[in-house]
């Protein structure tokens, strides 16, 4: 059984940080790209770091980029995201993504809440 379980989120003010984790289990992590997700309410979901497997290379949009950093730790199954300098716009579920191809799994999301 696929599971992706977010974890980290929570209640912080403008300027701080947070680090969320995504533990997984029931597949090859180590084969499929790892992605974060978030979507705020009334928008749609976007993409806001990806890892690749073997270089791990790592792609952010701009509106992150800078703060924002994924990792990944395959001995343990695990993605992470730091996220820094955290602003009222970074308000969202952020959910994490296994890609491989046509094969695609999602965690429950985990709520971030950035405000003063």
């Known amino acids: 059984q696929v599971k992706l379980v977010e974890s980290g989120g929570g209640l912080v003010r403008p300027g701080e940080s947070l680090t969320l984790s995504c533990k997984t289990s029931g597949f090859n992590f180590s084969r499929y790209a790892m992605r974060w997700y978030r979507q705020a309410p009334g928008k749609e979901r976007e993409l806001v770091a990806h890892?690749?497997?073997?270089?791990?290379?790592?792609h952010y949009p701009e509106s992150v980029k800078g703060r924002f950093t994924i990792s990944r730790d395959n001995s343990k199954n695990t993605v992470y995201l730091l996220m820094n300098s955290l602003k009222p716009e970074d308000t969202a579920v952020y959910f994490c993504?296994?890609?491989?191809?046509?094969?695609?799994?999602w965690g429950q999301g985990t709520q971030v809440t950035v405000t003063a």
């Open positions: 993504n296994a890609w491989l191809f046509d094969q695609e799994y």
């Open positions: 890892i690749t497997t073997v270089d791990t290379y790592t």
